[in-house]
């Protein structure tokens, strides 16, 4: 998946590869105002913005000069728009001679990146031949990147070699090596290419083998190197290619139960709808698991059907048809496949509990026995917990409260420490004080402490606010200032400084040494950062992204011992889009200095924060509390992707970007989703329209997380106006720790980020 961290860099680094020659061969126009801002919107993180500003200056321009046209298209490429920029360059009479081939590569990357790969590399080749010195490797590479997704390997091989040549590119040699080496028909020189290659370019050995022998004519010994290297698609293919069916068959389905999820699983599945299609039960399940996970439910609930119909009566086919029954709602029938499950031992803990579950989503009477009959049965099963949890839940609801304490005290007593049982015990004491007992709220919340539950911190939080309640401030302010003090970098130690009117957190600047520091080592670590980062912008400019992302796996799986070095990879990291690694090394950095501010700047970082701040001012949202989402949603990672589908900085659904962009007379296509500042302009946007329906942050924030539908129901409970209370009683555990992780951050990124 291509990085858009790759085209900041780029313009960062002077536009290696577009940048204007000093040598032009066009005249620049007089009016340079849309081009300065433009590169100003580039240079801070606005790829998208940059592009609708020159397009919108095109427009205005009855007969717009070459200079704009190929700004705009630079910025329509930075802004992952491919057929915008093509459509601005295709034809244009000046195109071969403007500024060394710059519009040439220009429009060599908006072709590649709609996929016409035989004309991007003509054109890469067309600006190699104009280009400076320096741009000259870079082009090759991309050239041989197109030859190569054009079928042309002789041209890639070419092309990688000539990249290679004069040593410009030392730096990814290794890289060139195994691309050059996939591409090679000449077995013995692929064994020069690929001998001695370092980690991590030689895990990509075995795959550049297989196709070296693939373009040498050796289709038995390639399919055999495809297999061996776990490109069960590859090898399928090639097996159907010879006429070995049955091999791509058990190739492609073994590639699907293995590994549905990946790219290659997607390409699997339309290889297994055309010509491989599901026989076999196994296959039809297979199959189905693949679909589900993509979210096709309903194709998923036809083929486990057909496998029904042929026969298969396992346990875990019927579990996997009563998922996917649940999600069709198709609830009385998925009862009915729960129960068949049900018949095999090994499964029916599961079956009969998952039964329950639809049981009480259909408000049957039936509910109730199977979960009490489940709990008593199973103690010992993971789901026990839930079950009794379910099962007050259910009274509590109807306001049954004294079968909902019940239930509740049953698991409190059974599983004191499990995490249900500590929300037994908030929704106790809940009650407990709206029914004017807060003797016994204060016992709940000091069990949950005893217990050294997962919300033992809230529970001191909340035994503050009941020693306040019957007129004991002493004792609130003690409990509050010594929670400050103990978790001051958690939500509740923030609200306990709010309390007892404490300062906002705030980190002092680091002290001078007494002594004079130490003389510089003689390699400093900035050194070896530095090559690590520039290998990776290098990868970037050249197309190279997995070659990128593995050199970034590369440092998370042998994070370096020295916090200098940790923190300056962390911020590089950061800064090209790789949040979450960014992150991780943050986390490594803390074991060495947990209270150093640079270590809680890197946890808590904010690589783009020019771009935040401008979509927060524009849609009139806190530019705080904007970083504190983006952080918890993505950890600013660009191209994030949730289990839910959810893409991008500020983790949209699709469904709501394209909601959002209409309402805003935006044009927007889904393959533009993870562009970074078009996702936090959507994102922005959805935040400020929530908080202008429910008219609190709490709220808000609780919707783009969990759906405004939800919310309004949590607004009408009892106590709801209390945002403490709100808080501790919103059911979805996910939704509840998003809340407070999210105005922790906030507070976090005030005290980190603010003068």
């Given amino acids: 998946m291509r990085r858009h961290s790759a085209l900041w860099i780029a313009a960062l680094a002077g536009d290696l590869l577009l940048a204007p020659s000093s040598r032009a061969q066009t005249p620049a126009p007089p009016d340079h105002t849309a081009t300065y801002l433009a590169d100003s919107l580039r240079l801070s993180g606005r790829p998208w913005h940059a592009a609708e500003t020159l397009l919108a200056a095109a427009r205005r321009d009855p007969h717009p000069n070459a200079f704009l046209i190929v700004e705009g298209a630079k910025a329509e ?9 093509r459509a601005l360059l295709a034809g244009q009479p000046w195109l071969v001679d403007y500024l060394d081939g710059e519009a040439l590569a220009v429009l060599a990357q908006a072709e590649f990146g709609v996929g016409r790969f035989a004309e991007a590399a003509a054109h890469f080749q067309m600006a190699r031949a104009r280009a400076p010195a320096a741009r000259v490797p870079l082009l090759a590479v991309r050239a041989g990147l197109a030859f190569d997704a054009a079928g042309q390997a002789d041209s890639a091989a070419a092309a990688f070699a000539a990249a290679r040549a004069g040593g410009k590119l030392a730096s990814i040699d290794m890289w060139l090596r195994v691309r050059q080496a996939r591409v090679t028909r000449d077995t013995a020189s692929v064994g020069q290419l690929i001998a001695d290659l ?77 010509p491989l299609p599901p026989r076999t039960p196994d296959e039809h399940v297979a199959m189905a698991r693949a679909l589900n996970r993509r979210t096709s439910v309903r194709d998923a609930r036809i083929h486990v059907e057909r496998a029904l119909r ?40 599961l ?54 304490g019940r239930w509740y005290g049953e698991l409190i007593k059974r599983y004191p420490a499990d995490a249900r049982a500590s929300l037994a015990r908030f929704r106790l004491a809940a009650r407990a004080e709206a029914t004017g007992h807060p003797d016994s709220a204060t016992s709940l919340y000091q069990s949950e402490i005893d217990a050294a539950g997962p919300q033992r911190t809230a529970a001191r939080f909340w035994l503050g606010k009941m020693a306040e309640a019957r007129g004991d401030s002493a004792q609130a302010r003690s409990i509050w200032l010594a929670l400050a003090r103990e978790d001051s970098l958690g939500y509740y130690g923030m609200r306990a400084r709010r309390e007892t009117s ?98 809680l700047r890197a946890i808590f970082p904010w690589p783009n924060r020019a771009a935040v701040e401008a979509e927060a001012q524009e849609f009139g949202v806190d530019a705080l509390l904007l970083a504190a989402l983006v952080r918890q949603e993505s950890v600013f990672d660009v191209e994030a992707l949730s289990p839910a589908g959810a893409r991008g900085l500020a983790q949209l659904l699709p469904s709501t970007a394209s909601l959002m962009a209409r309402g805003l007379d935006v044009a927007f296509y889904p393959d533009w989703i993870t562009v970074p500042d078009l996702n936090l302009h959507l994102g922005a946007a959805h935040l400020a329209e929530l908080l202008r329906r429910f008219g609190r942050v709490d709220a808000a924030i609780a919707a783009y997380n969990a759906g405004p539908s939800p919310v309004r129901r949590w607004l009408e409970r009892e106590g709801a106006a209390d945002p403490d209370r709100f808080i501790e009683l919103i059911p979805y555990p996910e939704t509840r720790g998003y809340v407070r992780s999210l105005l922790r951050n906030r507070e976090l990124y005030r005290a980190l980020y603010e003068p």
């Fill in 502 to 599: 404490l300062p906002a957190l705030a980190f002092a600047a680091p002290v001078a040494p007494p002594t004079p520091p130490p003389p510089p080592p003689p390699a400093p670590p900035a050194a070896e950062v530095a090559a690590g980062l520039a290998r990776i912008d290098t990868l970037l400019l050249a197309g190279l992204d997995s070659e990128a992302q593995a050199e970034v796996r590369v440092v998370l799986a042998h994070p370096p011992s020295d916090l200098e070095v940790l923190l300056a990879w962390s911020e590089g990291l950061g800064l090209r889009g790789y949040g979450s690694a960014g992150v991780r090394l943050g986390w490594q950095a803390a074991l060495l200095a947990p209270g150093d501010t640079r270590v």
């Fill in 198 to 274: 370092p980690a991590p370019a030689a895990r990509d050995v075995p795959v550049a083998r297989a196709r070296s022998l693939l373009l040498a004519g050796d289709t038995t010994r390639a399919l055999e190197a495809f297999a061996k290297a776990g490109k069960g698609l590859d090898a399928a293919r090639l097996a159907l290619a010879t006429g070995d069916s049955a091999r791509a068959r058990t190739l492609l389905y073994g590639l699907l139960a293995r590994d549905p999820l990946s790219d290659d699983g997607a390409a699997a599945v339309s290889l297994a709808l055309g």
């Fill in 77 to 85: 490429v930075h802004a992952k728009r491919y057929e915008h920029a």
């Fill in 310 to 349: 042929a026969g298969d009566s396992s346990a875990p086919t019927f579990l996997l048809y009563g998922e996917l029954l649940v999600s069709s709602g198709r609830l009385r029938d998925a009862v009915r496949a729960y129960a068949a499950a049900a018949r095999d031992p090994a499964a029916r803990p």
């Fill in 351 to 404: 079956a009969i509990y998952r039964r329950a579950r639809v049981l009480v989503r259909l408000g049957d009477s039936a509910a109730l026995a199977a979960l009490t009959g489940f709990a008593e049965r199973y103690p010992t099963d993971s789901a026990a917990p839930g079950a009794l949890y379910i099962l007050g839940d259910m009274h509590d609801g109807r306001d049954d409260w004294v079968q909902a």
